[in-house]
């Protein structure tokens, strides 16, 4: 059976059932489980640790208001890093590749910081899309323009995600494929392309690393505009 590039993208299924939700859920089963000791492992240690390094740098841009967001962050966070790097694991599917797992995760949450601003601050979320000194005749185009840009936010969100996970799994499925054909032939350059799929691999890693982390930090940013 011939495959393309673009066969690892589709969501898995077993008899007809998909398997999308297994592979979100999966990350969580090997974060290690709290408990009441207080001597822990290192993992465990190493965990908090690191959730607390990321609690702080989500936190930093934000108010004590939007300190009550930081559970939903962290656990985002986490949960987008975990399957960001999972998902560079030979044989194994990337749910966030799915634009519309993507668009479910970015819409909502905008959605929440937009009418959290609406609530508590009405003049000043709509004052954003008027910036102060603006001539009259250019209002109704500023406005139109405003209000798009703040509409597509979740668009881009999710598109920027997909993007760069897709594009960096194409890249490293090209560069497999190159490097196995090559062998037989020609070896050295076999070689060469094996080097260069290592390094890719490494900044790919890192892509994933970082795509999850701008994320999350976008939409603390939102959130900080609203409240």
Sequence with gaps: MNLSFFD????PSLLG???ILIAMTFPALLLP???NRWVTNRLSTLQLWFINLITKQ???PLNKKGH???LILTSLMIFLLLINLLGLLPYTFTPTTQLSMNLALAFPLWLATLLTGLRNQ???SLGHLLPEGTPTLLIPALVLIETTSL???PLALGVRLTANLTAGHLLIQLISTATVALFSTMPAVSLLTLLVLFLLTILEIAVAMIQAYVFVLLLSLYLQENI
């Design 8 to 11: 690892q993208f589709s969501s």
């Design 122 to 124: 009405p003049s000043t």
């Design 33 to 35: 489980s709290p408990d």
């Design 58 to 60: 989500l936190m930093t």
């Design 17 to 19: 059932i998909p398997l």
């Design 68 to 70: 009550k967001w930081a």
């Design 151 to 153: 509409l597509i936010r």
